[in-house]
């Protein structure tokens, strides 16, 4: 006996710009929500930069090295490095997991935008960098006499939620490319020594000269670099060096996961 296969008519979903919009904030909502409820997410987000400050930058508070406040300029280097774990774990460790257990094929097949999913961890990893540079702000004007003024915070919170974004596409490709189980050991490996080669535990003048010709290659320096030109701090490269480097490596890092996303695509 033959056997037909039906198929199944392809519907397009059309919603409204605020449905749209009501998708993309919920999906975002409960995203900020899952990851701050977990506690070994959150606390140790949040509480692994302040503890390196409070050891590093509080305790270094009236110091002055090369005319440079030695507390405001660690605030800067530490902001970057909470910025970078967000995304890197939040994205990469998180995504990795959710890909093995299926949960984004579920979101693929569902009517939702395709684009939300990955929108909502995105804003959830600019989320919690706010958050982290609000913690180190308030503890660095609190108890290591940093003063800073309202321009300069807006800076910063400006600074941190555009330079969240090259970091949340690497943490893409790690989703797409690490086992989940070997995702936060891959990401230490890779973000624990860029942040130290980046100047941002130590102050890149005091590192050996060959890890400052190296720094400029990762997209930490540049971060930092533009965090610190909010102080004074800056080297002697333009601002727009910075943001091209931080560009140029988001655009790398958005092709590759494409790439290997494509490639994945046509093997199933």
């Known amino acids: 006996m033959a056997t037909f296969a039906v198929p199944f008519p392809v519907t397009t979903v059309r919603r409204s710009f605020t449905a749209t919009l009501a998708i993309y904030v919920n999906e975002t909502k409960y995203e900020f929500l899952k990851l701050f409820r977990s ?3 959150s606390l140790a987000t949040i509480g692994f930069p302040l503890m390196f400050y409070v050891l590093f930058g509080i305790s270094s508070k009236g110091q002055t090295m090369h005319g440079a406040d030695v507390a405001k300029y660690m605030l800067g280097g530490y902001c970057v490095f909470g ?3 967000a995304a890197l774990f939040g994205i990469g460790v998180g995504l990795a997991t959710e890909r093995v257990q299926g949960w984004l094929e579920l979101k693929r097949a569902s009517p939702m935008p395709p684009m939300a999913y990955l929108v909502a961890k995105c804003v959830t990893a600019q989320a919690f960098g706010m958050i982290i540079v609000a ?6 004007i609190a108890f290591g006499g940093v003063h800073l003024s309202v321009w300069e915070s807006v800076r910063m919170f400006g600074v941190a939620a555009v330079g969240t974004v090259p970091f949340a596409a690497m943490g893409l490709l790690i989703a797409l490319t690490v086992p989940a189980n070997a995702a936060a050991g891959v990401v230490n ?3 624990l020594p860029m942040s130290f080669m980046s100047g941002l535990w130590i102050p890149l003048r005091l ?3 060959w890890l400052q010709s190296v720094a400029p290659w990762l997209p930490t320096y540049h971060l930092s670099q533009l965090m610190l030109r ?3 701090y800056q080297d002697a490269r333009s601002a ?3 943001w091209v480097g ?3 490596f988001m655009l790398l890092m958005l092709g590759a996961s494409w790439a290997v996303f494509h490639r994945a695509e046509q093997d199933s």
């Open 240 to 242: 727009a060096s910075h």
């Open 246 to 248: 931080l560009g140029g």
């Open 189 to 191: 490996l890779i973000y």
């Open 230 to 232: 909010i102080f004074g």
């Open 83 to 85: 910025l970078a774990s």
């Open 39 to 41: 506690r070994t997410f």
């Open 135 to 140: 913690v180190l702000t308030v503890v660095g």
């Open 207 to 209: 590192l050996p000269t």
